[in-house]
């Protein structure tokens, strides 16, 4: 495996001397932000980022996430366009030496939580999602924590109007066009599509979600084949769904080749109905069995990219939710040991 740390770019409060120190981290999982989604991205800026990992001695092989535009999620005429765009960004990131992109597909809403510092017996605090609390949200009033709310009110609502026209089916429809389309580019530039499922993996607001399960994930490799098209195997999204059983699709998708990246981090639930916690990455005291799932990775031949994935605040840091150094970082240790374990047992 190759173990990544996500870096937010220049304006990361978190130095790259500092991910550089931390065990195995070989590469950053980054992004350029100052583009709207459907915009073009431009090879300086790139270059820039690749630059700046690279004088610290970090590669930049996972971009996460070049952003698929609304427009395209929702198949208008203007998504047409921005799928030029798409591909005109992909050639640029193989330019740079990029190997994976990751994006998702999920209308609107990318992750969502109930609260962004969920008080844990330990003292620290994490995400959480709150079953009872989100019954309790207006999506027409809208100011969830950690959403960044890129869509004023009336855009939103804009927004939710126009999918409330759009069924899963053509939602899955446009998924596969966009991904015929950007497949050939993918094939020559050899760069690996991710796609990240929904998190949580359900609908929300009653917006359409399909990347949410086994099921879905096997629909979308039949309808486009190509190994290009592969998958993100975020636990902490797909865990979250109790009847997802995340070991089990770690050793499908890695036998079939198609897990490209692995998001891994833990998560405990909460009563009977969807809440969940997030956790330190550890399976003592959480949901999902961590050893298994790297595991099963393992055994199935998975050499792909990973990253510990959202941590708490610890230490007294009061990191961006889910993205500070000290947990992430005993994230990184954790997942070392459970491969380098993994690894040696394969070899007896
Ligand atoms: C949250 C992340 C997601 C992910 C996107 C990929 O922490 O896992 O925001 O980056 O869904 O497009």
Redesign the pocket.
Known sequence: MKLGF?WYGENDSIPLTYIREIPNVSTVVTSVYSYKPGEKWDKESLERLKALAKEKGLAMEVI??I??SEEIKLGTELGEKHIEVFKHNLRLCAEAGVKVV???F?PVF??LRTTMHHQNEDGSNSLAYSYEDFLKVDPKNLHLPGWDESYGPEELQGLLEKYSKVSHEQLFANLVHFLKEIMPVCEECDIKMA???D?PPWDVFGLPRIVSNEEDLDRLFEAVPSLYNGL?L?T??FGAGRKNNVIHMAEKYAKLGRIHFA?LRNILFVGDKDSFVEMGHCSKGASLDMAAIVTALVENGFDGYVRP??GRNIFGEDGKP??GLYDRALGCAYINGLFEMAEKELKK
């Open positions: 996500r996460e996430s952003p698929v990751c994006y998702n999920m990318d992750w796609i990240h499922p998190d993100t975020c902490g999204s998001h994935d959202h889910g993205y």
